[in-house]
């Protein structure tokens, strides 16, 4: 059974468009949320981690901007605009338990993204 | 700078082995905590092991162990009894008690056991 809930799981993002993922936590809360990127050459990046609901986050890297969003306690949200042409990239979001094991986090399966 | 550096690429070994993977990282925290995660070749992403920096003794999960040397700021990852599904990506990431929220990614060593 999945903990997190990824979806779309791949998406074709025309030039100029934004697309906008969901994590769902299923089965239980955690309370720390949080997104990663993943570049082609595997290097993973921490993005935002938001606590509770109505938690907004956003920022910009080289190659897309990034509009995280604590909807509820189970779900997160993150939308991606302004990616670079050509450009691949894995978004993850991840739930830590928090407390003594925190850092030990759980991983949803993933979303790629290819702009046209 | 990277905070956690990973240097081994790849590494093939036959299976039943033993395969250490090197990780150093850069910190001015006191205190600090490490982990290992495997990324397999569908993508997921899991927890292996962690060790907390404070801890003198080297964390043990199954068959997997870490070389924890907190002088050298290094913590390398030893599997021992290598298994064909071991085979992966590797990754050493550490969160500092100062930046809590951040957990500091490796660029990951790939391992490849063969028969």
């Known amino acids: 059974v999945t903990l997190l809930e990824q979806n779309p799981r791949w998406r074709l993002v025309p030039r100029g468009q934004a697309v906008n993922l969901r994590c769902i936590l299923k089965n239980s809360q955690y309370p720390w949320m949080s997104w990663y990127q993943q570049d082609l050459q595997k290097q993973l990046q921490w993005l935002f981690t938001l606590r509770s609901p109505g938690d907004k986050e956003v920022k910009s890297l080289p190659g897309a901007d990034y509009l995280a969003t604590r909807v509820t306690d189970t779900e997160l949200r993150l939308q991606v605009a302004n990616m670079s042409q050509g450009r691949t990239l894995y978004c993850t979001c991840?739930?830590?338990?928090?407390?003594?094991?925190?850092?030990?986090?759980?991983f949803g399966e993933g979303s790629k993204l290819t702009v046209l | 700078a990277q905070k956690v550096t990973q240097t081994q690429t790849s590494i093939s070994v036959v299976e039943k082995t033993t395969v250490t993977m090197d990780c150093v990282y850069e910190t001015r925290d006191s205190s600090y905590f490490l982990f290992w995660y495997k990324q397999t070749a569908s993508g997921e992403i899991v927890f292996l092991i962690r060790q907390d920096s404070y801890k003198k003794e080297n964390a043990t999960v199954g068959h997997y162990s870490l070389n924890f040397q907190k002088p050298k700021s290094s913590i390398g990852l030893i599997i021992t009894a290598t298994q064909i599904e071991d085979s992966a990506v590797y990754f050493c990431?550490?969160?500092?008690?100062?930046?809590?929220?951040?957990?500091?990614f490796g660029s990951g060593t790939k391992l490849t056991v063969e028969p």
């Open positions: 991840s739930a830590d338990l928090g407390g003594p094991n925190t850092g030990q986090l759980y």
């Open positions: 990431a550490m969160r500092e008690m100062s930046n809590y929220n951040v957990l500091y």
